[in-house]
């Protein structure tokens, strides 16, 4: 009986004291937590670089990047902007409100009769 009080109070010991397996496998885990950020980090840091070296390099990329996020434009560049058509439920697109108001400041005005006939 005072082996088997014993060994029970070693076993507890072991496994719930502060170095004890609980804390151990605790402990495992929060370091793979770590070692998959550390690798995640790693990732973005080499794709930072990737680009840091791009922008260093590639005139064209410079480019575009300027484009895109600034908005700017070479002298004497022509930008032609287009607003995304609607969508019916079968898939057709429609002209968009500003396409239709654009069309119809380029079209000579028509006049409609009472019955929908041109003049």
Request: aromatic content about 8%; overall charge neutral; charged content about 30%.
């Amino acid at each position: 009986m005072i082996v088997f009080c014993f060994l029970v109070s070693i076993v507890a010991w072991l496994g719930f004291s502060e170095r004890g397996l609980i804390h151990l496998y605790h402990t495992e885990m929060e370091r793979q937590s770590y070692i998959d950020r550390i690798r995640q980090l790693a990732e973005e840091n080499q794709t930072l670089l990737e680009e840091v070296h791009r922008l260093r390099t590639d005139m064209k990329y410079v480019e575009s990047i300027v484009k895109e996020q600034f908005n700017l434009i070479k002298p004497n560049e022509v930008v032609y902007r287009f607003n995304k058509a609607k969508t019916r439920n079968n898939g057709i697109a429609t002209i968009t409100q500003d396409a239709k108001h654009i069309d119809q400041k380029t079209r000579p005005k028509k006049e409609i009769g009472s019955d929908g006939d041109t003049q």
